[in-house]
């Protein structure tokens, strides 16, 4: 049994994850931690207040005693927010407490899009148009060409959750571009993983989507190869057991009670 870990902000489209657990193989198990979200509102200090050390650190001892294997931050402005530097500085200190390797989603990204072999890629955000600003440039500081940039402007969280497939598939075609080679919805309070396959022909392209790169960054950290193809273009290729890897400085894990980085290999 292959056990990882989600640290989820407030009550939103955590049921993608059960959703995720059905369609892939019977022995892994998706685990979800909620952590404290008193203000769903998608602006810079609110989502930046979600990723604060304590919110993070309160989630995982109930994560250690389920025996996850690892442990994704799985929030996308409270990670993408605190630039590339600080998100991994944010995953270091959850992979410390839990001793086990730890991302986070905005991370996750990077690694789904390089899976893909994408080139080019267009940012389908539910939030405002500062804060969709902040993702892209995120994604560009990877090393990410990002095409396009849509924000459909939502309030907030629970305004994210209540969408539905036609609005869903409405935010996706006004940032895609005929160069992009896939469109990135982040925002995992968007419910996205019952959709995925009707997205991705729709739009005659890869669809990543932020539930369904958590899920997806959780499983490569545990050397989990994972094949679902109902959850995409992510998940529809066979894969063999990863060698440790990471973006940037390193995947970040724990060991002997102290965090290191892994070197890197291409994603």
Known sequence: MTTVGFLYPGHFAEDDYPRMEILLDSTIR??????????GAYREDALRALGAPGRLAAGVEELQRSGV?????????GSFLYGSQGAHDQVMAVARAAGVPASSTSIGFIHAVRKLGANRVAVAATYPEDIAAHFSAFLGAAGMEVVATHAAGVSGAAEAAAWGLDQVKELAAAADRPEADAVLLPDTALHTVGHLAELEEFLGKPVLTANQVAAREALRLADRPAWAPRLGALFAARESPPAPVEWGSGRAYARGGRAVREGARPE
Not at 30 to 39: C, F, I, Y
Not at 69 to 77: F, H, P, R
């Open 30 to 39: 998706l685990v979800v931690r909620h952590t404290e979200s008193p203000d």
């Open 69 to 77: 294997q690892s442990v994704v931050w799985a929030c996308d402005g």
